[in-house]
């Protein structure tokens, strides 16, 4: 049995379910009518007995149990792991107002997948940064330059405010908020 469960992990786990969803039916239908609920028994590796007491045992068989295919003997492909880093820099160019932080995001979501502006802590902390020129806007959370109120972020280009930048050194700056800057983007690539 458990050498089944060992290859067959999904469809024990849902075989389980449905044998506990089963026995609490009848357990509320043997309640309902008198009578007293025993419990499961497993018989095979699909078909489910529930005695109930003063009444006929009901045999139960589970369908469409194959939820995993049956293993081949072959090793799975290994999964390659990713860790969540600074992944490039927006070729789109946006000013201080861009609808809020979201809007920062969705310039990097639609160039690099499920992406997100950078955090200081996020790019800073990858180990091999993308190369870029001159000024990218970052999320900071240690800088007071957010394009608008520390409410409402990223959603005023006032030529007197200013926004959080990071430069190709790793130095945290600011940019004039009505000056277009590319965002520095981060999202899961490959650890290597």
């Not at 006929?56 to 149990?65: F, G, R, S």
């Not at 200013?162 to 004039?176: L, N």
Request: with cysteine; charged share 10%.
């Amino acid at each position: 049995m458990l050498e089944y469960i060992r290859h067959n992990p999904i469809t024990a786990i849902v075989q389980l379910l449905a044998a506990i969803a089963l026995s609490f039916i009848i357990a509320n239908a043997a309640g309902a009518h008198g009578h007293r609920w025993a419990g499961v028994q497993q018989h095979n590796a699909g078909t489910h007995q529930v005695e109930v007491i003063n009444a006929a045992p009901l045999q139960v068989e589970v369908i469409n149990q194959a939820i995993a295919p049956e293993p081949t003997g072959e090793a799975p492909a290994p999964v390659a792991q990713q860790v969540f880093q600074f992944v490039g820099v927006s070729t789109e160019t946006i000013t201080g107002d861009a609808g809020g932080i979201f809007g920062l995001s969705d310039v990097c979501a639609a160039e690099f997948g499920q992406a997100k502006i950078c955090t200081e802590l996020e790019a800073l902390s990858t180990i091999a940064p993308p190369d870029f020129v001159g000024h990218v806007w970052i999320d900071s959370t240690t800088s007071t330059s957010y394009c608008g109120t520390m409410s409402d972020p990223w959603t005023d280009d006032g030529s007197s405010l200013r926004g959080s930048t990071i430069m190709p050194t790793g130095k945290a700056s600011s940019m004039m908020c009505d000056t277009p800057q590319p965002v520095a983007c981060c999202g899961w690539a490959p650890l290597n």
